[in-house]
């Protein structure tokens, strides 16, 4: 059964950084996407970033580009984010997210298997 477990959310004042990871397994196929999305209170959920582990291809969302990251490391079955210069408007609930076919798109509507999300929080 496909299971995805994020961690690393917490409290950071302005500015700081935050490395959120993302556990995946029970995939039986070699190549599927993962995506980060988020949500904030009274606001839809948004698309942050993917990356495909076909190909290596990348995306983000254009609040996050020059400041997040989003990287796997194959061998652990993880994906991480990086999340540098974090601003107030960063702050929500960030979810990982897993799809097959390994296309790299951040619509929500695209991912079938979600994890239960971490929070972060940004304020001083």
């Known amino acids: 059964q496909l299971q995805l477990v994020e961690s690393g959310g917490g409290l950071v004042q302005p500015g700081g950084s935050l490395r959120l990871s993302c556990a995946v397994s029970?995939?039986?196929?070699?190549?599927?996407?993962i995506g980060w999305f988020r949500q904030a209170p009274g606001k839809e959920r948004e698309g942050v970033s993917c990356i495909s582990t076909s190909v290596g291809s990348t995306n983000y969302a254009d609040s996050v580009k020059g400041r997040f990251t989003i990287s796997r490391d194959d061998a652990k079955n993880m994906v991480y984010l990086q999340m540098n210069s974090l601003k107030p408007e960063d702050t929500a609930v960030y979810y990982c997210a897993a799809r097959v076919p390994p296309g790299c798109t951040i619509r929500a509507d695209r991912f079938d298997s979600w994890g239960q999300g971490t929070q972060v929080t940004v304020s001083s």
């Open positions: 029970g995939f039986t196929v070699d190549y599927y996407a």
